[in-house]
């Protein structure tokens, strides 16, 4: 069964309201915060990436105006409600993808709901 972790994406909801930079360092500490960080590391990207901490710092702070920050966090909010309330309800993923895998496979993992608010 797929585990639906909404961790990542509630703390960067709280950091958008809050700006508290201690809800950063809980955001590097979760799970979900290692897949995009090796990857944007292998991949060499041009951002701030020798730690998680500096990465999310970097996707959470970098380029917002108040006005641009306040519409995409209404957004934001909306689209983890929707996700929480249809998507993990439905199991919506694991439905779709066992369309295309054989009959008896089944899951175990995380699925990481992220955002770059």
């Known amino acids: 069964m797929l ?3 909404f961790t990542y994406a509630d703390l960067a909801v709280k950091f958008s309201e809050t ?3 201690d809800l950063l360092h809980q955001i590097a500490e979760a ?3 290692r897949h995009p ?4 590391d292998m991949a060499k990207y041009d951002i701030p990436r020798d730690t998680i901490l500096e990465l999310f710092t970097h996707y959470l702070t970098a380029h917002k105006t108040d006005e641009g920050r ?3 966090l209404s957004t934001l909010k909306t689209n983890i409600v ?4 249809n998507i993990v309800k439905d199991r919506f993923a694991e439905k779709t993808a066992l369309q295309y895998l054989s ?3 089944v899951f175990a ?3 990481f709901f992220y955002i770059w608010a």
């Open 82 to 85: 929707y996700a929480k309330e």
């Open 3 to 5: 585990k639906y972790d």
């Open 19 to 21: 700006g508290d930079s």
């Open 70 to 72: 306040e519409k995409a």
């Open 103 to 105: 009959e008896g496979f």
């Open 37 to 40: 960080h090796n990857h944007a």
């Open 109 to 111: 993992g995380s699925i």
């Open 31 to 33: 799970d979900a915060a």
